[in-house]
Every structure is written in C-alpha cells, then in structure tokens.
C-alpha cells in the first residue's frame, strides 16, 4: 500500500506565498519517476500545474511561471511547491501525483489540501 500525504495550504490574501509538501510512503517502493502538482478550481477540470523529473527537470503550466516553484527530495520522497505572488485564480484544491514503481510504474494521488487566495 503507497500513501500520499499532503500538508501546507490555506487561506492567503493576494500577493502572499504559501508553501506545500508532499510525502509518500509504503512497503515496496522502488523509485518514484515523475512528481507533479495539478489542482481544480470550483466547477473546472483538474489542471497541470507543475511538474519534475526524477533528475530535477521542470515544467511549468503558463499561468504559474515565474511565480511557482516545484523541487523534490529523493532521499525523503516528497515533492514541495512554493507559491508565491498568488492570485485569486490560484484558489482551488490542489493534488499531488506521483509515479511510483513498485512491481510497475502506477500512479497515486494524493488527498487534496485547499488553497484560497483573497482579493
């Protein structure tokens, strides 16, 4: 069994930062390849916010460039996310999601931790 815990979130005015973290754990984890953070904002689709690589490649979604920044600790399996500048656009639930290989690459999700930003 892999579990994914999330914490950080909250509720900040425009402007603030708020940090998130991502832990996983369970029996029989080999490597975790790809780490990300996507979210949903009330009646959307869930979307890509941030990816990285195993080796520390980083990808963007358009609205959070320059603002966001992804990083990972291998040693910890857990990916971070530093937001800073929000918007009120930001306000969602955002997951995390890692590709973990145990017997095969499988994905997991992780609970979901709110962010909202006030204007």
């Known amino acids: 069994q892999v579990q994914l815990v999330e914490s950080g979130g909250g509720l900040v005015q425009a402007g603030g930062s708020l940090g998130l973290s991502c832990a996983a754990s369970?029996?029989?984890?080999?490597?975790?390849?790809?780490m990300g953070w996507y979210r949903q904002a009330p009646g959307k689709q869930r979307e890509l916010v941030a990816t990285i690589t195993r080796g520390g490649a980083t990808d963007y979604a358009d609205s959070v460039k320059g603002r966001f920044t992804i990083s990972r600790d291998n040693a910890k399996n857990t990916v971070y996310m530093q937001m800073n500048s929000l918007k009120p656009e930001d306000t969602g639930v955002y997951y995390c999601?890692?590709?973990?290989?145990?017997?095969?690459?499988?994905?997991?999700w992780g609970q979901g931790t709110q962010v909202t930003v006030s204007s």
């Open positions: 369970g029996r029989s984890i080999l490597i975790i390849n790809a």
């Open positions: 999601k890692m590709s973990i290989v145990r017997m095969a690459p499988t994905d997991y």
